[in-house]
């Protein structure tokens, strides 16, 4: 499998943490020294991956489980050696989100290093 394809599996498997409330896969998609952040309501938000992973458990009923559409959608994607930026637009939550993903591949495998998000709507 390419590198490409294999950032894309784990940009998959972010998204589906939120879009099925869970938790593990968030573990699975990030670096355990990640951070997630940027501004809610003009507030900047700061959260590691065990609390991004705590947040995303407690939405309940999922998003899959209401029958929400999927928004997904891959903007950019640029790899230089083991280190990747992925343009993200993604719905969650209610509201339109534009990520800045980093990407590191550690030992073999691509995980999300960093996570700076932007509310669109």
Request: hydrophobic share 35%.
């Amino acid at each position: 499998m390419s590198d490409q394809d294999e950032i894309q599996n784990t940009i998959q498997t972010y998204f589906d943490c939120m879009y099925e409330s869970d938790g593990a896969k968030a573990l699975e998609a990030f670096h355990p020294s990640a951070k997630i952040t940027g501004y809610i309501q003009d507030e900047l938000q700061q959260m590691s991956v065990d609390d991004f992973a705590k947040f995303v458990d407690s939405k309940s009923p999922s998003h899959k489980e209401n029958g929400d559409p999927i928004v997904l959608e891959t903007l950019s994607l640029e790899i230089a050696g083991d280190t990747a930026v992925a343009r993200v637009r993604d719905a969650y939550i209610g509201r339109n989100f534009l990520d800045t993903l980093s990407l590191l591949k550690v030992n073999g495998k691509w995980v999300i290093y960093n996570k700076l998000f932007h509310i669109e709507s």
